[in-house]
């Protein structure tokens, strides 16, 4: 697969997003021509992916210090460059009846862009590139078109992931400088670098390594998530979730893991261990939630461990399993963050004590609601159950106790996910609710809701396509 079909791939959305941008009310019709096609290339770049090897580098002269633009795919990078154009289009969609400005619809195609790019690039300097590119259109969109405190949790995502980004720019500098002094090459290709042991190994890998956790994130540094989420717009969150917090999961993989293979294997216990927290802080914070959208924020923070967990166990199941409950926690997370905005939309409330009888008011919405509830908490037939089952045997091959408390997690999932179903759509309402102000779906809403449901229940009763394509690539990390 050469690189010019790949840079389209990045290029599409970053040149409609210059012309949404300057298109005053034909924006959202760009927004859409440009998300759709790009959906659409990168489905048909799964047909040439072949054995999903990367991609032979641009031929040519190495820019200053070895830098390249070199661009490749595998099947974990397309499939997530996949995930990215979907939900991208998802977005579009449930933001088409909202008088947003040209620059709203921008934001996301340039954010489509990026997140492309970062995905896509095999040099470790063109990957922070695309990195730090993604940190621009999410911070306007939650501080532009946010709620009422957005221009804080605007300035708060920023101050953290920029602060993440630091240590992610120092490691990698030290990391090519050091093997530059070791080989006499100046390189920043990923799949040539390899890390030095000792201390100055274990100073590089962690500073890369405090730079990818905080996009995951992992606790202590996960506070900027919630708010986050609480103020940006429902489009905001979606991507926020559904695909942002995949970058640090990715960058491990990527990066950390063949880079550093005998010191991620090393710290394995002690990494595993902070993602064992993650699962069970962030199920007791969903527990604790009397908002909506905090309460799905903090199941984020709960199923990003779990991706964490399968990829620190380094066998073909937890690989596997990682990387399916990636693309699993966008699909699941990015309909239910749709769903709470649309019940927003409807009665400005999102308070789980706000509504009640919602069953009997709006049956759709209760269904597909309660569809992504139990994908969500891996109901065996649906997509969470494959990734976290699979997470699950890859933890228990190599330190059980993490298997324990992933089982611990998946148990809490559905104590705090099942009584806000049940709080919302089924008890009875209290005066003063908002339950009135909520009508049914439109087909506009309903059509998007059953092409994600239909892709949550595909991947729980058939994943042996996706395997297929993320095997070739993810056996490679297996010691």
């Given amino acids: 697969m050469s690189q010019e079909w790949l840079t389209l791939l990045w290029a599409m959305p970053a040149l409609g997003g210059l012309a949404a941008a300057f298109s005053g009310r034909l924006g959202r019709w760009i927004a859409l021509l440009v998300s759709a096609s790009t959906l659409a290339y990168s489905l048909g770049l799964f047909v040439p992916l072949g054995s999903g090897s990367w991609s032979a580098p641009l031929p040519g002269a190495a820019w200053a210090f070895g830098i390249r633009y070199s661009l490749a795919c595998d099947g974990l990078s397309l499939s997530l460059c996949w995930l990215t154009a979907f ?9 088409w009846p909202r008088n947003f400005s040209a620059g709203y619809w921008a934001a996301f195609l340039f954010l489509e862009a ?13 990957f922070f590139v695309f990195w730090e590119a993604v940190l621009v259109p999410m911070f306007f969109i939650i501080g532009l078109w946010g709620l009422d405190n957005r221009r804080r949790a605007a300035m708060k995502f920023f101050l953290f992931t920029f602060f993440g980004s630091i240590f992610l720019l120092i490691g990698s500098i030290a990391l090519v400088t050091v093997y530059h002094q070791r080989t006499g090459i100046w390189t920043w290709d990923m799949a040539r670098l390899k890390g030095p042991g000792g201390l100055s190994g274990l100073l590089i890998f962690s500073a890369m390594a405090l730079g990818f956790a905080v996009k995951i994130p992992l606790v202590p540094l996960h506070t900027w998530l919630p708010d986050a989420h609480t103020e940006a717009p429902a489009a905001g969150s979606v991507m926020l979730a559904g695909v942002l917090l995949k970058m640090g999961v990715y960058g491990f993989l990527r990066v950390l893991w063949p880079v550093f293979p005998d010191m991620t294997w090393q710290l394995m216990p002690w990494l595993g261990a902070i993602a064992a927290v993650n699962v069970i802080y962030g199920a007791l914070c969903a527990m604790a939630q009397t908002d ?8 984020s923070v709960a199923h990003l461990g779990f991706c964490l967990l399968g990829a620190l166990s380094r066998t073909p199941e937890g690989l596997l399993g990682a ?4 693309l699993n926690h966008g699909i699941t997370t990015g309909a239910l963050f749709l769903l709470v905005g649309f019940i927003y939309d409807r009665a400005h409330r999102r308070g789980l004590s706000d509504f009640g009888e919602l069953a009997r008011r709006a049956p759709w919405l209760t269904f597909f609601f309660g569809f992504s509830i139990l994908a969500s908490i891996g109901l065996p037939g649906l997509n969470g159950f494959v990734g976290e089952f699979m997470c699950l045997i890859g933890a228990a091959r190599v330190l059980p106790i993490l298997a324990v408390a992933g089982v611990a997690g998946v148990t809490l999932s559905a104590a705090y996910a099942l009584p806000a179903y049940q709080a919302v759509f089924w008890d009875e309402a209290k005066p003063g609710s908002a339950s009135p102000l909520v009508h049914d779906l ?16 595909g991947i729980g009763l058939y994943p042996a396509p996706l395997l297929r394509v993320l095997e070739p690539c993810l056996l490679g990390l297996v010691p």
């Fill in 114 to 126: 990026a997140l492309l790019g970062v995905f896509l690039a095999r040099d470790l300097f063109l």
């Fill in 292 to 299: 909506l959208k905090r309460l799905i924020a903090y199941s």
């Fill in 323 to 326: 990387a399916v409950q990636m």
């Fill in 442 to 457: 439109c087909g506009r809403e309903k059509a998007l809701l059953w092409v994600l449901c239909a892709v949550m229940l």
């Fill in 87 to 95: 939900l991208t289009v998802a977005c579009v969609i449930a933001s």
